[in-house]
């Protein structure tokens, strides 16, 4: 019988279920929404017992659509959004909500652990100068904020490590996972005890860190039972959505670059060393692939900030979002922006300023400005961060060869091809762009297996189905803009960092 991967893809917004033969070909799927939980102090939450529920009944639809599928799955992979925090006890189970990447109350928690360990020696013990969205400072919130919950904990895990703890009781984490912990030793492929020594966090509430495509351990007997599933298959260790992602675009030679286009907007470019960054800011992850690594620059707010812009003109209602009217309103507005800009730093922003109080503006309004015109703002606000940190990305010394879109973002041609304008390089989008993490994680067993020998397969994978070609008078344009757009962080400083009387900016 021919062997087939169930592949689980938990996003921030909803969960897909895939199944994918061994070639990496996509079947079938099913998908399941939920969200995000806003609460005091800047917190955003999810509920990982609904988003696991959600999985599962996304999985059962796909399983019934086709009874006769279940008996030829082989594997079982995952991947999920990436620096989130999920306490758990012995048995797996939550014992708070999920605290997103989204959130922002550990902003003072990075204030702190700087006083402790200073910047310029972050990089050195932690390979980053940590901010408050990554994981550091939330565990660091979590023991500081909720010490009663901390002393419970068994395990301190992400998303997907949690959920992959639900399905098996293993609590493992692959070493791309581990990597955005910034606890990571990259030479011994293993927690740095030094660092978790500085940061004051017991290394013994960490995953057991693992390769990609190690079995994590068989699938639960009643989780099973329930997918009419054996209780055999094996479930693996599988990657966040980082690298899933570029695996799945078929970015996995050095030079290949990636960049998805979803809630968040970041890219991932392919090393075959870790390069150092210049500003010794930003240290690279590791890859599923042990050999490679990945350079990953992230825009906090991408889709986010498009959805916020939807929702602020009242366009998602009464009804599903009309993207043709959307897409319309965009292009019609090209001619007559007059200046508008806007800076897309909703929640934060990562590179290149990692700012978590960065503040989003809108500065150029005039009384002609419609809605097209504020959505094309915000499209092409998201693409100059993009260029921004891009041009960051590239002070460590890898070419780029080529960039794969992937995302739902990616699916509307006025923003992709703003996007190409504004990079002024090629953009390619392929098939399929959402189910890019899904099926980069589905990978993770398909080579686990041994069905396939290495990631190699998935170059030929991904169709290329257009390629945005920059058009050479709106990159002309669109630099003389960005140079204005390079100005307005500097510009706002002084607004979402007012001085103290003892205080000077640094």
Not at 266 to 282: A, I, N, V
Request: proline residues 5%; contains cysteine; hydrophobic residues 45%.
């Amino acid at each position: 019988m021919t062997s087939h991967i169930l592949a689980f893809d938990i996003g921030t917004s909803g969960v897909k279920a895939v199944i994918v033969d061994v070639d990496g070909q996509l079947l079938d799927c099913a998908y399941r929404g939920y969200g995000l939980q806003m609460v005091a102090d800047g917190g955003v939450e999810q509920d990982l017992d609904h988003m696991i529920e959600s999985a599962l009944e996304a999985a059962e639809e796909l399983l019934h659509r086709v009874p006769a599928m279940a008996n030829s799955i082989q594997g079982i992979s995952v991947t999920a959004q990436m620096f989130n925090l999920v306490a758990v006890d012995d048995a797996g189970r939550p014992l708070l909500p999920m605290i997103s990447w989204l959130d922002q109350r550990a902003e003072s928690d990075a204030l702190t652990l700087a006083k402790l360990v200073p910047p310029d020696e972050q990089f050195a013990r932690f390979n980053a100068v940590v901010t408050g969205k990554d994981i550091l400072p939330k565990i660091l919130w979590l023991r500081d904020s909720r010490p009663d919950t901390y002393a419970c904990t068994a395990k301190l895990l992400d998303c997907k490590e949690a959920v992959v703890m639900h399905l098996t009781g293993a609590a493992v984490i692959d070493h791309a996972g581990a990597s955005a912990y910034r606890l990571f030793d990259h030479q011994t492929r293993d927690w740095d005890v030094n660092a978790c020594a500085a940061a004051g966090i017991d290394p013994g509430k960490l995953p057991r860190v693992c390769a990609a495509t190690d079995v994590a351990g068989p699938l639960r007997a009643d989780i099973a039972l329930r997918l009419g599933l054996s209780d055999t298959v094996a479930v693996y260790v599988g990657v966040g959505d980082v690298p899933a992602s570029q695996l799945g675009s078929g970015a996995v030679n050095p030079g290949d670059l990636h960049v998805s286009l979803g809630t968040a907007v970041y890219f991932g470019l392919t090393m075959s060393e870790p390069r150092l960054d210049p500003r010794q800011r930003l240290g690279v992850l590791a890859h599923a692939d042990a050999g490679l690594w990945i350079l990953w620059l992230e825009i906090a707010t991408g889709g986010a900030a498009l959805a916020w812009a939807v929702r602020m003109l009242g366009l998602d209602h009464p009804g599903p979002v009309d993207y043709a009217r959307i897409e319309q309103l965009v292009s019609d507005s090209s001619a007559d922006m007059d200046g508008l800009l806007f800076a897309p730093w909703l929640s934060g922003e990562r590179v290149p300023v990692f700012d978590d109080s960065a503040r989003a503006s809108f500065v150029g309004l005039r009384l002609h400005h419609g809605a097209g015109h504020i959505l094309r703002a915000v499209m092409e606000g998201v693409a100059f961060q993009m260029r921004w940190a891009l041009e960051y990305g590239l002070d460590y010394g890898q070419a780029v060869k080529r960039i794969r879109a992937v995302g739902g973002g990616s699916m509307g041609t006025e923003w992709t091809q703003i996007i190409a304008d504004v990079l002024e390089r090629p953009l390619e989008t392929i098939a399929q762009p959402q189910d890019a993490g899904a099926i980069g994680a589905a990978s993770c067993a398909i080579v686990g297996s041994g069905a396939q020998p290495d990631y190699a397969f998935l170059t030929d994978r991904a169709t290329v189905t257009r390629t945005f070609l920059p058009d050479a008078a709106r990159a002309l344009d669109y630099a003389d803009r960005y140079a204005l757009y390079r100005r307005l962080y500097d510009a706002l400083y002084p607004l979402y960092h007012p001085p103290r009387v003892d205080e000077e900016r640094p």
